[in-house]
């Protein structure tokens, strides 16, 4: 990774030894059942780099609070607390599914009087067929494959306090929007916000998404590691969609192997490369953690913005 100025680039070695109070509040099972399929995470890993990362987060949050308290002194008015919202982006198969379920686990139990809801932006995807009308299919995870308004909408309704929010439910075995299923997200205290566009550019020019987060994470890794983990990823989905006639990867799973493997490497060089060289990695900078993937999906650094 490029070193950049404005981040403190801190080795693993040293990051584990920033907060080391108190239990690991997960168990293994409970680990090997959160993680995305193919990711590879440890308890080790829970203890070394996210306990000391949930530390860091209640910091921002204190802040967040105080400033919000000293604007109610201010305008001598009871200003109710907003949720706290956190964004974690990065590329297709880096792992940053299971980052943002570890995270809404551990800060879940580590704050226990919090409540802490997770989204992905895959939600706000616009129906396949939607972009088969707009001859855009092939750019799906493409900025303009996504209801940006919406998601903006909606973070504003979060930080507004609205209840009982209503958002589109997405499938990844069918890989489409589901008809008539929604989450519901109740004025949680922390919201994560997970999805490859989360730190993108603005739907307009006005408002960013990133606007609305007070705590950003950029999940990183070279670009030839990320394709390997995304062919790896694509293999264990064959693995089982064999078996599910009505999964999207289904004629893929029940044809020759070698066959689904070129049209797999396709999608990588022609789809998801172009899309995190041109519009995921430029984010990256907007981000306040940087965590940063090598072999084995083993975080060896961690960069955390100094302004």
Not at 16 to 43: A, C, V, W
Not at 53 to 67: A, D, Q, R, T, V
Not at 242 to 260: E, H, I, M, V, W
Not at 292 to 299: D, E, F, G, R
Request: charge should be negative; aromatic fraction near 10%.
């Amino acid at each position: 990774m490029k070193e950049m100025t404005n981040y403190y680039q801190i080795p693993r070695s040293e990051w584990q030894g920033f907060y080391r109070k108190g239990h690991t509040p997960l168990t293994q099972e409970e680990l090997d059942s959160i993680k995305s399929l193919n990711d590879r995470i440890s308890m080790q890993d829970v203890e070394d780099i996210y306990i000391p990362l949930c530390h860091l987060i209640h910091l921002y949050m204190k802040e967040f609070e105080s400033l919000t308290l000293s604007k109610g002194l201010f305008l001598h008015r009871y200003e109710k607390m907003p949720p706290f919202i956190i964004g974690i982006a990065g590329s297709v198969a880096v792992g940053k599914s299971t980052t943002a379920r570890v995270l809404q686990t551990l800060l879940d139990r580590l704050f226990s009087r919090r409540k802490v809801q997770l989204i992905t932006t895959d939600g706000f995807l616009h129906p396949n067929k939607v972009l088969e009308e707009r001859g855009i299919m092939n750019r799906k995870g493409f900025p303009e494959s996504y209801d940006m308004q919406k998601l903006i909408h909606f973070l504003d309704e979060v930080k507004s306090g609205k209840p009982n929010i209503e958002i589109p439910m997405y499938s990844h075995s069918v890989y489409d929007i589901i008809d008539d299923e929604v989450e519901i997200i109740d004025r949680p205290d922390i919201l994560i916000v997970e999805g490859i566009n989360t730190l993108q550019l603005p739907a307009n020019e006005q408002i960013y998404v990133s606007d609305f987060f007070d705590f950003s994470i950029f999940v990183d890794a070279d670009p030839e590691l990320i394709e390997k983990w995304y062919l790896e990823r694509f293999e264990s989905l064959l693995d089982t969609a064999f078996q599910d006639p009505s999964n999207y990867y289904y004629n893929l799973a029940t044809g020759n192997r070698k066959d689904a493997l070129k049209v797999a490497k396709n999608v990588w060089k022609t789809i998801n490369l172009v899309n995190l060289t041109e519009y995921i990695l430029p984010t990256r900078s907007r981000a306040d953690i940087i965590l940063h993937k090598t072999l084995k999906h083993t975080i060896d650094e961690v960069h955390l913005r100094k302004y």
